[in-house]
C-alpha cells in the first residue's frame, strides 16, 4: 500500500492525478511517478498504482 503523506494540499494533488488517470489524460506509469513525487517517496510501482487506483473506486 501506497504511504501517503498527511496533508490536505497533497491529497488534492494526489485526488487529481487519480482522476487524470481514471479519464485517460496519464498513463499508469505518469501517476505512479506523479504521487511518488508527491508524497516523497523513492519509488510507485505501475502495479501499486493500480490497486489504490481500484481500491479507492476508480476505473
Do not use: C, H, P
Amino acid at each position: 500500500m501506497i504511504e501517503f503523506k498527511k496533508s490536505n494540499a497533497i491529497a488534492t494533488k494526489d485526488k487529481g492525478v487519480f482522476n487524470d488517470y481514471a479519464d485517460g489524460v496519464i498513463t499508469a506509469k505518469q501517476g505512479a511517478k506523479k504521487i511518488a513525487d508527491n508524497n516523497e517517496l523513492e519509488d510507485v510501482s505501475e502495479d501499486e498504482f493500480i490497486r489504490m487506483v481500484r481500491w479507492l473506486g476508480y476505473r
